[in-house]
Nanobody, 122 residues
C-alpha cells in the first residue's frame, strides 16, 4: 500500500522559513516522482515543485522560483520542501503526491498525502 505523510507545517512570519517533509512507504523514491502541491482557501490546488524518480526537478510555479527547493533522502524515503522568504500568499495546505512521472495537473497524480497547513502571517 502506497502511503505519503506530510509534516512540518505551521505558522511562520513573512520572510521566515519552513521545511516540509513527505515520508513515503510502500514504494521507493527512485521509482516514483514526488510532487508538491498547495491549495489556498477558495482556490484550486496548484503544483509547486516536483522531483522525478531519477532526481530531476520540475518547477510548476514561477512564484516560488528562487525561494523553494526540493531535496530527498532515499535512505529515509523522504522528500523535503524547503521554503524560504515566505510570503502571506504562500499560505495554503501543502500536499505531496506520487506518480510515475512529474505531472503538473493535480487530478492525474495517483497517490496523495493528507496535507499540512502552512500559514504565513505576522
Amino acid at each position: 500500500q502506497k502511503q505519503l505523510v506530510e509534516s512540518g507545517g505551521g505558522l511562520v512570519q513573512p520572510g521566515g522559513s519552513l521545511r516540509l517533509s513527505c515520508a513515503v512507504s510502500g514504494f521507493t523514491l527512485d521509482s516514483y516522482a514526488i510532487g508538491w502541491f498547495r491549495q489556498a482557501p477558495g482556490k484550486e490546488r496548484e503544483g509547486v515543485l516536483c522531483i522525478s524518480s531519477s532526481g530531476g526537478f520540475v518547477n510548476y510555479a514561477d512564484s516560488v522560483k528562487g525561494r523553494f527547493t526540493l531535496s530527498r533522502d532515499n535512505a529515509k524515503n523522504t522528500v523535503y520542501l524547503q521554503m524560504n522568504s515566505l510570503k502571506p500568499e504562500d499560505t495554503a495546505v501543502y500536499y505531496c503526491a506520487a506518480d510515475l512521472y512529474c505531472r503538473r495537473s493535480p487530478s492525474i497524480n495517483h497517490y496523495w498525502g493528507q496535507g499540512t497547513q502552512v500559514t504565513v502571517s505576522s
